[in-house]
Structure formats: C-alpha cells, structure tokens
C-alpha cells in the first residue's frame, strides 16, 4: 500500500514474526505469526549504492545502510549466487520488537534473501532460499517459519537444510506474547547455555520433541503442555529476566493456557491460548511489572503463509 | 500561577496500538465506524507520524471489556492492512485540568507543564503517551472563536503511565499544585 499520489515499490515483503524453539525444539522448531515488517524497494541503485528509511521498531538504530541487516544479507546471498549486486532505496516498516524473541533480525535476513532473488530476475526455489538463509542467520529455527510460513520443523548439519511444514495452528488458538521492555540479545542468551548436558536431559527432550510434533501433526493440541517441556535451555534462560520462571510455571495452569514457552532467546514470554486471551494476557504482564519490568502484549494467530511478496509497476 | 486545578487517576484504562496503518483516506473512519457500532467507548486517539507511508493509531479502552475490544481489535488491524496491533494492561490515565488566565497562556501554559512532567518524573512516573487540550474561555482557539465571555480557559493534560507509578505520580502531583 502507498499513499495515494506516491510511487509504488517496485518490490513489497510483507514478512512475518516467528516464535521458535517452543520449549522441547531447540534450534528446531518455529512458528509464523501474524505481526509483519514490511520492507519496500521504491527503485534500484546503481551497483553497490544502498539507503535507507526505517520508521517504527528501530528506527534509531537500523538508519545506516552499511550496518543494515538486509541490505548484509542481500549483498551475501547475491555473492552466493553469482548475481550482480544492484543498489536499491529500502524503506523497512518495522512492527516487530527487535532483540525481544520474536525473530525481527531473520525478518531481515529473509527479506534480504528474497530481494537478491527478486531483484536478479532469478526464480530461486524455496529450499536454496532458506539454505543461505539458515548459512547466514546460523540456525534455521526462525527464517524456515518466516518465509515458508506455518509452524515448522528444521535439521540443519551447518551445509544442508531439511524441513517440513506442519498444519498451521488452527485459527481459534491464539499464541500471546507478552513482551518486556528490555533487550536480550542471542549471544547472551546462548552464553549461559552449558557446554553440555546429562544423558537423561537429551533423552527426556528428545522424547518431547518427538511428542510435540506428532500431537501437532495429528492435532492432539491436549498434548502441547506436556511436549514443549524442556530440560536443554529454558531452565537457564528463564533466570535471565524477570518473571521468566514464574510465567512458564504459573500461567501454563491457567485453564484457558495449552502450554507456555519462551519465545526464541526470550526475553517474550508466549503462552497458546484456547479461548478469552485478555485475562490470561493481562495476568502474564502483571508477573512482568511485578518483577519491576514494562510490558505489552499481542495475540496473535499462526501466519500460514510466511512471506508474502507484492510487485509493483516498473 | 493558576486559579483552580484538578487532578485525577484512571486505574481502568487499556492501551491499544494499531500498527503500522496504511497511511490512505478511510483507515480512520473505518476503525472508528467499527468501534462505534460494537459500542466501544474510545479516549485519547494519537496517530503517530511515521514514513513509508504507514502510521501507528492508538486508543484509550475500558478495561472491563478487554475479553470483547481484542478480537474485535484485531479484526479491525486485520481488515485495515495494519501490521498487527499490541495492548497494554499495566497502565494508567493521570489527568491534570488547570484553569489558566487567556491572557496569561503563553507564558503559564510552558510552565505548568513543565511542572506536571518534571513532577511526574521525580515521583519515578514515566509518561509514555500524553495528550492535551484546551477549552472554553475569550480567546480564540486556533482557527475557532472564543467559546465563552470567560477570562480563563481549562488546559487539560493527560498522562498514560506505568500502572505501578500511578498512584506516586498522583500523589507528588497533588502536593505540587496543593490540591486535596
């Protein structure tokens, strides 16, 4: 969409939030939301010239063009593919709180992704997409959801990419996330995990992996309590922020509340919510102010198209 | 510095944000034409400027309809084209109306905002969102006439804060402006 009298994008990506890890799949699992940046190409540059306008989440930080993580990512994936790197004028539209969990720097990564195929004139399959964007991101876990949409389960040996995507969640489950004003970034969070971990704790995740994504393919949604617990990293990460532990134990009692998780490296909190989300919402901010911390909720559905891109005229 | 002030506390209040609007004629009468007909009482609408042709529209709620404002908010973000819409619970109205002298304005209106916000802020009450407004009295009012025969005009301002902080900011402001 554009303002009426203003030019349209030559591209549109309209690309979505994801949740990942939840609980048992570490670095696996992830979901598509629907809460979207929106990242415009209003015209192309000559080779190698990049700006760029960021309004909304970020827009302090993300304004220089050489820093920018989709113009990185554009500029690596045209290199992976041999593409002549042509300039553009990018406006990002962002919605997504950054470092909150819910996935905004792999909106980047698929955006830029995207773009070095679109702009190339190059027809990509989904799955190369995705492999240099997992190669460039580290983990697949956030950009397979975000680009193919739906909830997702990836492998990835650091060159090859395997995934399948699962029935989206269906429309009268809700996933709220209820996010605290600070930051955690994913170096942090991934720092406090041990180098290793007891036989019992991978086997007990294994186990409840393997439980999630079967109840979720054969929509047994009683089964999600029980599948997202986790041993590997949600007991250390919760001691990161306050109200962690107290939402993942206190909330997922809640009648409404099929299972709570934190989302990606945290620090938002999600809970899936079957029926009234406000009471259950509300109830998992209070925990965060109680722990001295600001917050804001979405409830939001699973995306189950991912990506989705608009052409204009050009 | 002014004659009457009064100050008040909404513990009731929910805060919504529609996100990233399409900036196009009708957005607005839309939203709003979907609230009126559900009946939904809305307060303080601020529509943040932003580029790319998108805006952030965000509302005052009654917190006792909260289970019925989320689905129909984000039925109204969805049909919109918003980016999403997010909510906030924790929050607070504090509502300071000050009475000021028309021909006194220039120079007391700074200052007695000045005073409310610095007020707030010692009481460890941080204003996210503020509004104000002015009514009545003999002056004219941007491009409308006078209202009334009156000296004085009502400024009113009102201070969305952190749920936990509302009762301290109340408080300092009521001893700030000696008000019982």
């Known amino acids: ?314 | 510095m002014n004659s009457r002030v009064k100050i008040a506390l909404d513990r009731d209040c929910i805060h919504a944000v529609l996100l990233g609007l399409p900036n196009v004629p009708g957005v607005a009468a839309g939203i709003f034409s979907a609230l009126s007909e559900r009946g939904v009482s809305v307060d303080m609408i601020t529509q943040n400027t932003m580029r790319g042709g998108r805006s952030d529209l965000s509302f005052l709620l009654r917190r006792d309809r909260l289970e019925e404002v989320i689905p129909l908010c984000r039925e109204i973000s969805a049909r919109a084209g918003a980016q999403g819409v997010s909510f906030a619970t924790e929050v607070a109205a504090i509502t300071v109306r000050m009475e000021v002298r028309t021909e006194a304005r220039a120079a007391e209106m700074p200052r007695a905002l000045a005073k409310i916000f610095s007020t707030l802020a010692s009481a460890g009450a941080n204003v996210e969102i503020i509004n104000s407004t002015l009514s009545g009295g003999n002056g004219a009012q941007g491009p409308f006439p006078a209202e009334s025969e009156s000296p004085c005009i009502w400024v009113t301002v009102v201070c969305i804060v952190s749920l936990t902080r509302a009762e301290e900011g109340l408080t300092a402001l009521r001893e700030a402006f000696g008000v019982c």
């Open chain 1, 1 to 314: 969409m554009t303002r009426r009298g203003a030019v349209s994008p030559l591209f549109s990506l309209k690309v979505p939030a994801t949740t990942a890890n939840l609980g048992s799949g570490f670095d696996t699992l992830g979901m598509a939301l629907t809460l979207y940046n929106i990242f415009s190409v209003s015209r192309l540059l000559p080779e190698g010239e990049f700006t760029c306008e960021v309004s909304g989440e970020g827009m302090d930080e993300l304004q220089d063009a050489r820093s920018n993580m989709v113009v990185k990512t554009y500029l690596r994936a045209c290199q992976e593919w041999g593409l002549p790197p042509r300039g553009f004028h990018l406006e990002s539209c962002n919605a997504i709180p950054l470092n909150r969990g819910l996935g905004s720097s792999s909106t980047a990564v698929v955006a830029g992704v995207r773009l070095a195929a679109l702009i190339a004139g190059r027809d990509i399959p989904e799955a190369e997409l995705l492999r240099v964007a997992t190669l460039i991101e580290g983990h697949p876990d956030n950009v397979v959801p975000c680009l193919a949409g739906g909830m997702t389960v990836s492998c990835w040996d650091g060159t090859s990419l395997r995934y399948v995507k699962l029935p989206a969640l269906p429309d009268d489950l809700y996933v709220v996330a209820a996010v605290p004003d600070f930051q955690v970034h994913t170096e942090d969070a991934r720092r406090i995990l041990p180098e290793s971990v007891p036989f019992k704790d991978a086997v007990f995740n294994v186990s409840h992996a393997s439980l999630l994504c079967a109840a979720w393919a054969m929509g047994r949604w009683d089964l999600l309590r029980v599948g997202m617990d986790d041993r590997l990293h949600q007991p250390h990460r919760a001691r990161l922020f306050p109200g962690g532990e107290e939402i993942l134990t206190r909330i997922r009692q809640h009648p409404d509340c099929l299972a709570t998780a934190i989302s990606g490296s945290g620090p938002t909190m999600i809970a899936i919510v079957k029926g009234p989300a406000g009471q259950l919402s509300s109830e998992m901010c209070r925990i965060f102010t109680a722990g001295g911390v600001a917050s804001h909720f979405f409830v939001l559905n699973c995306s189950a198209s991912g990506t989705v891109v608009e052409r204009g005229q050009a």
